[in-house]
């Protein structure tokens, strides 16, 4: 089942005083399954962080549509955007966004306390993904008593504890390091396994060849895709890499 749709999306940003515009995306069309890994690559400026904001009900596009579960983001008013996004997207950043008063147990349910959840609901929810995720002895801690992996893996329970139809990913390993990045890249499969849909923005190419498609973004459009079929993440990370230099050399679209 789609659950994603995104038809014909164009934005152009007009420069301060409305003299030049700036086409960030052209014509971008693609959909994602229930259940699904994509990850999203491009070279910085290709667009794809603007599409990340859109995707995510941060920005609204010039042209086009995103339908999120049926829902059409641009037809939202402004009064619903921030309800819809906490009822149905889960956000994991790559500077973490915990609040550094708060413990990581209140930063967890912190959409759950906006969305009004009573604390034993609240509490049961968290119990099975702090063991899923290997926190339940850090919850009382704060975020500065912790390491960067496993202020990202809060972050994750952040993002799965309000069962989002969608989870998005913002650069999610680019402040850890490789050992933390290697765990999160593991946690992020077994929650995809578990039938959550994943989105995520990516400069690596190592978290990108965890996904199950990679899409690539130039000049604001989609340029290319790659289905993992039966690779493993050695092999999807040898065509990625060839993707991106075919990228970085203006190869034709394949």
Known sequence: MTI?????????????????????LKNVNFSVEQGEYV???????????????????????????????????SKLKESQISAFRRDNLGFVFQ???LL???????????????AGIPYKKMHDRLVPIAERLGIS???KKYPYEVS??????????????TNPKLILAD?????????????????FSEINRTGQTIVMVTHSVKAASTAGRVLFIRDGEVFHQIYRGNDTDEQLYQKISD?????ATGGDRR
Do not use: H, W
């Not at 994603?4 to 960030?24: C, D, H, M, P």
């Not at 550094?100 to 906006?114: A, K, R």
């Not at 960067?148 to 993002?159: D, L, S, V």
């Open 171 to 187: 650069e999610p390993t680019g402040a850890l390091d490789s050992k933390a990045s290697d765990e999160l890249l593991s946690l």
């Open 137 to 139: 002895a850090l919850l």
């Open 4 to 24: 994603l749709e995104v038809n014909g999306l164009k934005k152009i940003y007009s420069t301060r005083f409305g003299g030049n515009k700036v086409e960030a």
């Open 100 to 114: 550094d008063t708060f413990t990581l147990e209140d930063n967890i349910y912190l959409p759950l306390v906006l």
């Open 39 to 73: 990850a999203i690559m491009g070279e910085s400026g290709s667009g794809k962080t603007t599409l990340l904001n859109i995707l995510a009900a941060l920005d609204k596009p010039t042209e086009g549509n995103v339908i999120l579960d049926g829902n059409n983001l």
């Open 148 to 161: 960067g992996g496993q202020k990202q893996r809060a972050a994750a329970a952040r993002a799965l504890i």
């Open 95 to 97: 500077d973490f966004n």
């Open 243 to 247: 993707t991106l230099t075919l990228l």
